[in-house]
């Protein structure tokens, strides 16, 4: 965690309709050089319009990195990676083996971060890849997600964290150490009043960040937890921290996805159900598009948003992203959107609902569960963990 600090200005974007248009234009304000680094980055509507204003960037004479993960963009690199290539964009591809159902530890760790820095002065961090709000094709309503625009004193943790990961992906590709000194410089002066940290996940010195800053908030909490999670496989000891809350007092609120991208993972995750809900934790199916929002708000006062999902590709195997913020008006305006998420496109889960499944769908999730047990085991970190 790179520790709090003051004097930011960050500003919430809700799905790809505020986030996109604000990405693209800061791309084409770009004077200097941009990193980018996404777990997806399809050949659509809006992967080709981000990728049409990189080029732009490029042509113009901006040193332009971008960074996509070997499995998430595996169709990127058939379809796009070469165009922007000949436009003199820099790519590289985060483990460009594609065997992740191996199991073998090395090709389960991905790069699921989403972030973007232009100019040293503005940065990107959430959950939205490069990918349209409408897919599948023909969903009529958006992704559920967020991201946020960052200036000020935040910049120079994020900055340093991308240029650190490009500088080990191009060694690893090619063999070549390559000092790669910063065209743009982090700008670092404050410009706000919101106090923030960057923190990641990685497979060595932050290999728990992530969720212990997520612990750390629910043990503090004394009125309100509300996370909103796409994928929700939480550990024993989150669990526990949870149903502490919940034992003292505070509203424990868990926003989870309805429709579901991943079944085997969505039918594992409803196995639990049965003890979030005896312990008085309230649940909520979103059922008006696809969640992939990975948010929380904690007392009104503690927020999160990145790519970390609470489950273990996130915790154990990716790297990931998130920002914590400390700020009254920013949590009101998040708490804010997944209230209005709850009210509106989701549906409240009691207990007597989950007794009234048919038992072969009851089944369905503990056998699921059983063997995303058992795929965490395989892969060597079921009795660590």
Request: charged content about 25%; proline content about 4%.
């Amino acid at each position: 965690m790179s520790g709090f600090v003051g004097g930011n200005r960050i500003t919430l974007l809700e799905n790809g309709a505020a986030y996109f248009p604000a990405l693209e234009q800061a791309i084409d304000a770009a004077q200097c050089e941009i990193f980018l680094e996404t777990y997806i980055f399809e050949n659509d509507a809006t992967g080709r319009a981000i990728a049409a204003a990189l080029r732009r960037a490029a042509r113009r004479g901006v040193a332009v990195r971008v960074l996509v993960d070997g499995f998430g963009g595996r169709s990127f690199v058939r379809e796009q990676m070469a165009g922007l290539g000949d436009d003199g964009v820099a790519v590289m591809i985060y483990r460009r083996e594609l065997r992740i159902f191996s199991l073998r530890r090395h090709r389960l760790r991905r790069m699921h971060r989403k972030l973007a820095v232009i100019d040293g002065a503005v940065a990107f961090v959430g959950g939205i890849n490069i990918i349209d709000d409408r897919y599948p094709e023909g969903t009529v309503n958006p992704r559920f997600d967020y991201a946020v625009r960052i200036e000020g004193p935040l910049l120079g943790p994020i900055l340093e964290s991308m240029h650190r990961l490009w500088r080990l992906v191009t060694w690893a590709s090619m063999r070549r150490r390559d000092p790669l000194p910063l065209l743009a410089p982090a700008r670092t002066e404050p410009v706000g009043e919101v106090r923030a940290a960057f923190v990641i996940r990685d497979n060595l010195r932050h290999r728990r960040d992530i969720e212990d800053a997520y612990l750390a908030a629910v043990d503090a909490a004394r009125r309100e937890v509300v996370i909103a999670c796409a994928y929700f496989f939480p550990g024993r000891r989150f669990r526990q921290a949870l149903v502490d809350a919940a034992e003292r007092g505070v509203r424990v609120i868990l926003l989870l996805q309805g429709l579901s991208d991943h079944p085997m993972q969505s039918y594992a995750t409803r196995a639990l159900y049965p003890f979030f809900l005896e312990h008085n934790i309230r649940l909520f199916e979103y059922h008006q598009s696809y969640l992939h929002a990975k948010v929380a708000v904690v007392d009104g006062m503690w927020t999160t948003v990145g790519s970390s999902n609470i489950d273990p590709f996130s915790l154990l195997m990716a790297r990931e992203a998130n920002v914590v913020i400390e700020d009254r008006v920013f949590a009101g305006q998040l708490r804010d959107g997944l209230r209005r998420a709850c009210s509106v496109g989701a549906k409240e889960l009691r207990r007597k609902d989950w007794h009234r499944l048919p038992r072969l769908r009851r089944a369905a999730s503990w056998l699921a569960y059983q063997l995303v047990r058992l795929a965490i085991g395989v892969a060597g970190y079921g009795r660590k963990h």
